[in-house]
């Protein structure tokens, strides 16, 4: 590690960062007159690769300080080449609705080239907020294949990941250390999930759920891990089913059917749609497409392990290597 990027030089910024806010002239009117409040509930780590996105998943941290607010660490990787390592101090800071004192978060944003990854775990641990829990979300799908991954996820008390494209077992072996696991693949199943509990909240349907004896699961080809987690919940919950899941062309996203006994459920995207039809007849409520930003907001509002993605998860495996 050079010795103009370490963890001691890092902290030493954060610290004159807020003692920068007390002076004079450096506050804006509603904090001079009423101060600034320093607001962190946990270490959010960020890796992502050098992209045009950047900046937009800068936005999508911004977005989520004020419901999780954090000290972010974003890590952008830069790729192939020289040992490249370096660093910058901020903060985000926003004024909540009728008061006068602003509320702010510390950044540190790291650069690293592949060469220095090895050196991220010794400068991003002692950043960690002391006595406050660590998220790592890996927002590189390259990351999580290099062997640099497992050293920045065991500091983190929660791993969030997105499979779509990858596949489950590496999931699994986060899982397997014990340490709380989120796929984005799974979370994008929640609406779905909630709109197919309501159908089985009416006592006519729910009569009916112990004929049902097929489950299908078709899906656009990006939404292969998703289909299969959509597929293991309900199979966890509804036992005995045949089970059918297959990419289609057709799919917008997932089309998920029940069938058995003369019952059918159906529910299937279109557009920002998603069309639940039982029996025949259906309806429609909105689906929106869920960005890095909604689905981070669920995700960091579990800190623990959830029982229920474990068990989906596992399901899910071995779903995907029966249909292998």
Partial sequence: MTSTVNSERVLRELAGLWASFGKPGNADEGAAHAGVLRACTMTLVVAADDSPEWPALGETIAALMPEHPARAIPIRLTGPGGRALSSRV????????????????????????????????????????????????????????????????????????????????????????????????????????????????????????GTLTDLSVAHSAPMANTSAYMAAWISNAIPNLKISIAPDARCDSLRVTLAGGGFRVELERHADRLVVTVDGLAHCANLPRLDDYSQMREELGILRRDPVFDAALARALRLAYASG
């Fill in 90 to 209: 901020f903060s985000q800071c926003w004024m909540p609705f009728g008061q006068r004192r602003q509320v702010c978060c510390e950044q540190v944003e790291i650069a690293a080239s592949d060469a220095a990854l090895a050196d991220l775990p010794s400068l991003v641990s002692p950043l960690a907020v002391p006595d406050l829990p660590v998220v790592f979300w890996c927002r590189s799908s390259r990351l999580a294949g290099m062997p640099e991954f497992d050293a920045l996820a065991a500091m983190a008390r929660k791993t969030i990941v997105d499979s779509q494209g990858l596949p489950l077992g590496g999931v699994a072996r986060l899982a397997a250390r014990g340490t709380a696991v989120g796929d984005l693949a799974w979370t994008r199943t929640t609406r779905w999930r909630e709109t197919l509990s309501q159908v089985f909240e009416n006592r006519h349907n729910l009569a009916r759920l």
